[in-house]
Structure formats: C-alpha cells, structure tokens
C-alpha cells in the first residue's frame, strides 16, 4: 500500500491518497508493455518511402550501342540498375507498418504501466485542475509549484476538458490526455505522471481486465 501526497495547485500538500498498485494491475510484465509500446510507436510510422524501379525513371530506352565491336561490356539502357541515373534494383515500395495487439492485451499493459508509474514514486498528484479560462502561464505556474518544470509531463484528467486542453496544448513537453484515453506508450514516455485525484479514482473503478466489477 502506497500513501501518495496530494498538492493543491500552488504546491502545498493538501492530504493523503492510499492506493495499493496491485489494484490497478496484479503484476507487471514488462514484456507486454514493451509490445504494447512497439505496436503503437510502429502504428506511428507513415511507412511512405518509396524509389523507383527502372521502369519509372526518366531517360530513353534504346540500347546504348551496338552489341559487338566496341571493345566495352554489353549495355542495354541508360535506366539500367547499374548505372548512374538508373532505377533502384530492388525499389523499396510504400508499406504499412500497422498491427494491433488483442484489445485485453493493450488495455492490461495500459494499467501495468500506471501501476509501474505508481510503484517507481513518479506520479504527482493534484486534488483539483480547473480554469477559469484557458490561460498556458496559469498551468506554467502550476507545473513550477509541483517542481516538475524542465520535464516531460503527462496529465491525466478524468474526463474532457476544453478549457484545460487549451491552456496545456501549447506547453512543450506538456500533454493532456483523458484517464480513458491513456495507452502504454504515452503513460510510459514522459518523465512524470501528473494525475488529478478524480483520474485516478476514475481508473480505479474499471474492473481490472478479465475481471467482473462488483
């Protein structure tokens, strides 16, 4: 059982919040998490490269010279593989890099890398995150207070909110995301986790995978 510390926006510890990482997860597998990251970081990649085969380059067809006489190796065109100018012989095509891991699986390594996160102390906890209005230096102030400044930070809010959304979207190394929207890889990326109390609440009422709530 953890007793994790919970700040106010100015930086003053406000209370207490007891959570047993074995409720968000019952163990970690580190293999999993690391699929689970490989699948999203190759889900990422456009996977448009492409070269031309020598069919696609430009240039004539006609055979260079003669076949016999000339003392040189035979050639045939200029678009020829071994020639400079010439199409790629092996042409790397354009390709999907997308797979998906089974959907127990990638929801079961999303709350092993919570539960990590909470395990390894690098989770900070807010009781509250609200804005009057969308101002990025009313958050900047928040993240100084929380001594997380100068690190790559992920805040996780129970539900959308336009008006937080707008005041973290321009902050570098800042991002904000829905507790129902967390994944392995952008819970593991960052540096800390910066949780509101209400989030972790909220991902504490999902009956774990496999599991049926009470």
Request: cysteine-free.
């Amino acid at each position: 059982m953890a007793s994790l510390p919970v700040f106010d926006r100015t930086g003053k510890e406000v209370g207490k919040y007891d959570i047993d990482p074995v409720e968000i997860a019952p163990r970690i597998n580190k293999q999993l998490m690391h699929d689970a990251v490989v699948m999203y970081q190759s889900n990422l990649r456009l996977g448009t490269a492409k070269t031309k085969t020598r069919s696609e380059v430009a240039g004539t067809t006609k055979k260079m010279y003669r076949q016999k006489g000339t003392g040189n190796a035979r050639a045939g065109s200029r678009r020829s593989g071994i020639r400079r100018g010439g199409g790629h012989i092996h042409a790397i095509r354009p390709r999907d890099w997308t797979y998906r891991l089974t959907k127990k699986a990638v929801k079961l390594a999303t709350r092993m890398a919570v539960a990590s996160r909470l395990a390894d102390d690098e989770v900070t906890l807010i009781d509250d995150l609200s804005f009057a209005e969308p101002k990025t230096r009313d958050m900047a102030a928040i993240i100084k207070a929380l001594n997380l400044g100068g690190k790559s930070v992920l805040v996780a809010v129970k539900g959308y909110d336009a008006k937080v959304h707008k005041t973290i979207r321009n902050m570098a190394d800042v991002s904000v995301l829905p507790v129902g929207e967390l994944n392995a890889l952008s819970v593991l990326r960052p540096r800390r986790l910066l949780m509101t109390t209400a989030a972790l609440d909220a991902l504490r009422q999902q009956a774990p995978v496999g599991k049926q709530s009470s």
